[in-house]
Nanobody, 125 residues
Framework: QVQLVESGGGLVQDGDSLRLSCVAS????????MGWFRQAPGKEREFVTG???????SYADSVKGRFTISRDNAKNTVYLQMDNLKPEDTAVYYC???????????????????WGRGTQVTVSS
């Protein structure tokens, strides 16, 4: 079992920046594909961005140019840098992991067996 712990969420204003962190347990972090998803009240959980074991990345169209995912394998940590935040970004953000991935970046909820508890991001208008 892999444990994932997100942090860094909070209340910010339209246009502000925020960086989320996700720390994973274990000694094989470099072999995990990682993803960020978000879920707003009354909506389904949606893909935000992902990074595979080769550090290839993919982003949802809604966050391209504003969000950046990165990983530090030495720290067992994946980051989500969020710039120019908008009210529509308000959601609970979840970190997800899967041992090994694919040639591309996994983008479905069902692709990831391990999940963190989430961290709330609220962007005021």
């Amino acid at each position: 079992q892999v444990q994932l712990v997100e942090s860094g969420g909070g209340l910010v204003q339209d246009g502000d920046s925020l960086r989320l962190s996700c720390v994973a347990s274990g000694r094989t972090f470099s072999n995990y594909a990682m993803g960020w998803f978000r879920q707003a009240p009354g909506k389904e959980r949606e893909f935000v961005t992902g990074i595979n074991t080769r550090r290839s990345t993919s982003y949802a169209d809604s966050v391209k140019g504003r969000f950046t995912i990165s990983r530090d394998n030495a720290k067992n940590t994946v980051y989500l840098q969020m710039d120019n935040l908008k009210p529509e970004d308000t959601a609970v953000y979840y970190c997800a992991a899967r041992l090994y991935g694919a040639l591309g970046v996994l983008s479905r909820v069902s692709d990831y067996p391990y999940w963190g508890r989430g961290t709330q991001v609220t962007v005021s208008s």
